[in-house]
């Protein structure tokens, strides 16, 4: 079946670090592929998405690049802040049918000043 | 206003209660989520609705059963609580346009 795989957390930077979380998927079509935040205390944001391959989603900082030949959808921000400090999940969507979304297990990241 | 509300956010019951947990959206859209978020295990689903008169079960309904009142409203129960379903639940809606998802604040259920 579908399924997202994470790079373990938790992940600590200190601040302006660059950041790299791992993304790599299973599907058995052509997903769109998110990337959702969670700060503390609060519910799942959408923080970019890519619809097909090759394409580039970029938000607040943050960019991804669908890349079909190695599944993966890696998540990167150059110069990190404290206030990124949150738990950030991978996720895909089948574009046909239930467009339900399979999730990752989430990556802690933790930003020391 | 937050356009997807759950109600209660945060609930503590016992074994073999009825818990109903209610999800309202301004957002117009026709498809709705539950969700169930454990530590490590990411967000999984529970039921699905694409409609009032369309209800779907996901990867974990066992245990749980679901009323789509209005297509505003998505309601999630818990006939008899246990221990295991102790989570964050997290109510979401969709576009069917677009394959993003916009959730809820979530609801922390504690069940001893």
């Known amino acids: 079946g579908d399924s997202v795989t994470q790079m373990e957390g938790p992940v600590t930077l200190s601040e302006e670090a660059f950041l790299t979380i791992n993304c790599t998927y299973t599907?058995?079509?052509?997903?769109?592929l998110f990337w959702y935040v969670q700060y503390p205390g609060e519910g799942l944001q959408l923080l970019l998405k890519a619809t097909k391959a090759d394409d580039k989603g970029s938000n607040k900082g943050f960019e991804a690049t669908y890349r079909k030949e190695t599944t993966s959808f890696h998540l990167e921000k150059g110069s990190v802040q404290v206030s990124d400090s949150a738990v950030y999940f991978c996720a895909l969507s089948l574009i046909q049918g239930a467009q339900k979304l399979v999730f990752g297990q989430g990556t802690r990241l933790t930003i020391n000043p | 206003d937050a356009d997807v509300t759950q109600t209660p956010r945060n609930r503590i019951t016992k074994t073999g209660k009825r818990i109903m947990l209610e999800c309202s959206q301004t957002k117009g859209h026709d498809r709705m989520y539950w969700y169930r978020q454990d530590p490590g295990l990411g967000l999984r689903l529970i039921y699905y609705s694409f409609d009032v008169k369309d209800i779907n079960k996901g990867e974990i309904s066992d245990g749980y059963s679901v009323s789509r009142q209005a297509q505003a409203k998505f309601s999630l129960s818990l006939e008899s609580a246990i221990p295991n379903q102790t989570a964050l639940y997290f109510c979401?809606?969709?576009?069917?346009?677009?394959?993003?998802?916009?959730f809820g604040p979530g609801t922390r259920l504690t069940v001893l």
């Open positions: 979401a809606t969709s576009d069917p346009r677009w394959s993003e998802q916009f």
């Open positions: 599907a058995t079509g052509y997903p769109s």
